[in-house]
């Protein structure tokens, strides 16, 4: 699947949570709410990029938006995960990147000079109508997660 821009109908997607449980986009529903894809947990990037929503945390809730972060990893290493850092943010398992895909954050990318097949960085502000407002791909961890809540509280 391409890109998805502001409008486009968020995919549908049902994934099990650090502990297992289900989470799916109807569990959303008439609410803003933030899914990123990141390639795995316990990496630089991507812990420096869940401690910097987790650090936001407050301000999210204010805002009543909620985050979840997506990668292929196990609940178990999930949980690990957010153990060790602290993380309060939702890790939710897609294993066989299907959700990746229908978002276009799996796919071919650069890496070292490389062309790889993988996670595509990729961030999704969805509104309480389902559609996306906002996606942001090829993103760069530091910082992200403050361009996000700008974006939030306009």
């Not at 401690?51 to 990893?73: M, R, Y």
């Amino acid at each position: 699947m391409g890109a998805l821009n502001a409008g486009d109908a968020a995919p549908t997607f049902t994934l099990p949570d650090q502990d297992g449980k289900p989470v799916s986009l109807a569990d959303f529903a008439g609410r803003q709410f933030v899914v990123y894809f990141y390639p795995r947990d316990d990496t630089p990037g991507c812990t420096k990029e869940a401690c910097q929503f987790n650090e936001n945390l407050t301000a999210f809730n204010k805002a009543k938006v909620p985050i979840l972060g997506v990668s292929a990893d196990s609940a178990e290493k999930h949980r690990k995960f957010r153990e060790k850092y602290g993380l309060k943010i939702t890790l939710l398992t897609d294993a066989d990147h299907a959700a990746g895909e229908a978002f276009g954050a799996w796919g071919e990318k650069t890496m070292y000079g490389k062309k790889v097949i993988g996670v595509i960085r990729s961030t999704f502000l969805i509104g309480a109508d389902g559609t996306i407002i906002r996606s942001w791909y090829y993103v760069k961890a530091d910082g992200h997660a403050a361009k996000v809540l700008a974006e939030i509280q306009g």
